[in-house]
């Protein structure tokens, strides 16, 4: 019998609708690939909080040695803080389900490429410092904007110093973000997420452990409620196109850099635990012992408790909320630390400005 038009017709539109799902179905993870995927998570997650860390006592001890006295976060701004990020994320939800998300994320797009390309070259600076040859000059240049400026009442509005290391970094960062902007590639955006969370770490300030553990314990609520209460926390995760989390393929081992099938961390999991640990570090440098035993112990809890994360999320399959395992992990161990080693005084006391801290208090 032979075929009518109608039903090669037919065929071709049945080929064409199963080539169309092919390449749209995400390949099932493997063992090996889940491995890799999470593994890699892990280690960018890791790398972030331990090289903030560090870069946060300098950034400090650079602060007191010019006298500056950074914005910092009281005892009414942490617990008040679950409440603001509750609104923004409902908000958001909101906006999702009335909007398109195509324009929402194009605005989003256009803010965060900005936003990364400024603190990639912030983070990127110190490194290509040090690996930038001497031979090349390191001119310094400044831009200012001045309100009447012919006048004797001339006002400067708005002043920016930088040298050739900062233009070099600027390149840099613009390249990629171009190339995020562009195609919206796994590794731009974990490159940009990794820069936010190491600029997170380094530049917010806690400034005391009373106000880091109202912080965490707030946001700990925060995370359980709107992960396993509700489908707003997970819906924006997915809806979200922005570098406000890492991303790695489960099925890189058979696709490449052209794998579709994301494990994700939000850059929240990273950064909130992240300056916590990183005022442990700081707590640390104040003792004069020699060590980093506050932030050693609790950088291997957050480890562990990332770890527990995965593990849950693999054998229930369901999101967790991440900071349901870090937030006991990382507060837990330095008080644990601090009663067997007799520094729970010196733990509740330490503030790295404690002239900021009364003038937050008397407001309080």
């Given at each position: 019998m032979e075929a009518t038009d109608g039903d090669v017709l037919q065929q071709v539109v049945e080929n064409v609708t199963e080539a169309a799902k092919n390449a749209t179905t995400k390949t099932p993870a493997t063992p090996e690939g889940m491995a890799v995927a999470y593994g890699s998570l892990v280690l960018m997650a890791l790398?972030?909080?331990?090289?903030?860390?560090?870069?946060?006592?300098?950034?400090?001890k650079a602060q007191k040695e010019s006298g500056e006295v950074p914005d910092t976060m009281s005892h009414r701004d942490a617990a008040?803080?679950?409440l603001f990020a509750s609104a923004a994320l409902f908000g958001l939800y909101i906006f999702f389900q009335v909007f398109s998300k195509e324009y929402i994320n194009m605005l989003l797009t256009s803010y965060f490429f900005v936003l990364g390309i400024?603190?990639?070259?912030?983070?990127l600076s110190p490194i290509v410092e040090n690996l930038l040859p001497s031979r090349i000059p390191r001119a310094n240049f400044r831009l200012l904007l001045t309100k009447n400026p012919s006048s004797d009442a001339k006002d400067d509005l708005w002043e920016y110093t930088f040298n050739t290391v900062t233009i070099v970094c600027l390149g840099i960062s613009?390249?990629?973000g171009v190339w995020y902007l562009l195609q919206k590639h796994w590794v731009a955006n974990n490159v940009f997420g990794l820069a936010f969370a190491v600029n997170g770490v380094e530049l917010l300030h806690l400034n005391s452990i009373i106000t880091g553990c109202i912080l965490l314990g707030g946001l700990f609520i925060y995370d359980v409620f709107w992960v396993f209460g509700t489908n707003v926390m997970v819906t924006v995760a997915k809806s979200f196109e922005a570098p406000i989390k890492l991303v790695f393929p489960q099925d890189i081992l058979e696709?490449?850099?052209?794998?579709?099938?994301?494990?994700?961390?939000?850059?929240?999991?990273?950064?909130?635990?992240g300056i916590f640990i990183a005022l442990l570090?700081?707590?640390?440098?104040?003792?004069?012992?020699?060590s980093n035993t506050y932030f050693n112990f609790t950088?291997?809890?957050?480890f562990l408790g990332l770890l527990a994360t995965i593990f849950v999320m693999h054998v229930f399959k369901h999101a967790q909320p991440a900071l349901l395992y870090l937030v006991p992990a990382c507060v837990g161990t330095p008080l644990l630390l601090g009663?067997?080693?007799?520094?729970?005084?010196?733990?509740?006391?330490?503030e790295d400005h404690p002239e900021k801290q009364e003038e937050d208090n008397k407001e309080d």
């Open positions: 790398l972030p909080i331990f090289y903030g860390s560090f870069r946060s006592v300098t950034y400090h008040m803080f679950p400024l603190a990639m070259t912030h983070m613009s390249v990629i696709r490449g850099l052209g794998a579709t099938n994301f494990a994700m961390l939000g850059l929240g999991d990273i950064v909130i635990p570090l700081r707590f640390d440098t104040s003792l004069k012992r020699g950088f291997l809890a957050y009663l067997i080693k007799g520094d729970l005084n010196l733990l509740f006391q330490y």
